[in-house]
């Protein structure tokens, strides 16, 4: 099976043409065209991830994040993404990413998101279709809000902006970084809105309103299983495995 029959695959599900303008999804280093024994599937297309791929014998790598976002003017295989590149072409190996374009994809990133809250009636905030909005089964009063989204996204620790007053019912989501949303969840009605890496600022909230940030890593992971699925399921006989069960998270807690 060649790359580009693998792409084809994701790309019924992610159609590579939504995604954003800055973003750099699908093929990153190899050939569409080069033939395929097996496929690694990861979050960020690390050195790890390549010489897991290796060891398993494949030579696809398919990962949420691009291992390349803009113009890179030297390759030191001292670096990260130098080391990555150089192991990439060494074992030549086909890099693809589905980033921008899973994100908004029906039942992708951010789908995932809500069905872990069980989120209904969901609604983009806009028409990037990058976060959604929708209703909680039944409002949870402020001082059950943490654990309840610490439990439906399996993490232990979250940042919160302060508690509103009022039981939350309306819920706004954006997988990866979305503090740019806030104002759309605020008009949307949103009472609270759930995404990663916000900034210090953004957790003074009006009235009414109130951010968490859950981690990026921690509102993405789950587009690693989507993938295995939606390939697993077209090619069942094909040789698909992911990266240490979706566990590299580079961020560490202490």
């Not at 059950?144 to 706004?172: D, H, N, T, Y």
Request: net charge negative.
């Amino acid at each position: 099976m060649k790359a580009k029959d693998i792409a084809l695959i994701i790309e019924e599900f992610a159609p590579l043409g939504t995604q954003e303008p800055w973003d750099n999804s699908g093929f990153c280093i190899g050939s569409p065209e080069q033939e395929i024994k097996g496929v690694m599937i990861g979050f960020d297309p690390t050195p790890e991830l390549i010489e897991a791929a290796v060891a398993k014998g494949a030579d696809m790598v398919i990962t949420h994040h691009p291992l390349i976002f803009s113009g890179i003017k030297k390759i030191n295989p001292d670096t990260f993404i130098g080391k990555a590149i150089t192991l990439a072409i060494k074992h030549e190996m086909v890099i693809y990413s589905a980033h921008t374009n899973a994100d908004k994809a029906e039942g992708g990133v951010t789908a995932l998101m809500t069905q872990r809250l069980g989120l209904q009636d969901i609604t983009p905030l806009d028409e990037t279709l990058l976060a959604l909005v929708g209703t909680l089964p039944s409002p949870i009063e402020p001082q059950a809000l943490s654990a309840f989204v610490k439990q439906s996204f399996g993490i232990g620790r979250l940042r919160s902006s302060r508690l509103i007053g009022e039981p939350v019912s309306r819920v706004a989501v954006c997988a990866g970084s979305g503090s740019s949303f806030i104002p759309q969840a605020i008009e949307a009605g949103a009472q609270l809105f759930i995404t990663g890496d916000i900034s210090y600022h953004h957790f003074f909230c009006p009235e009414g309103f109130m951010v968490m940030d859950i981690g990026h890593y921690e509102s993405e992971r789950d587009i690693v299983d989507k993938l295995y699925e939606i390939l697993s399921k077209k090619i069942p006989t094909f040789a698909i495995h992911t990266f240490l069960n979706n566990n590299n998270n580079p961020i560490f807690y202490f």
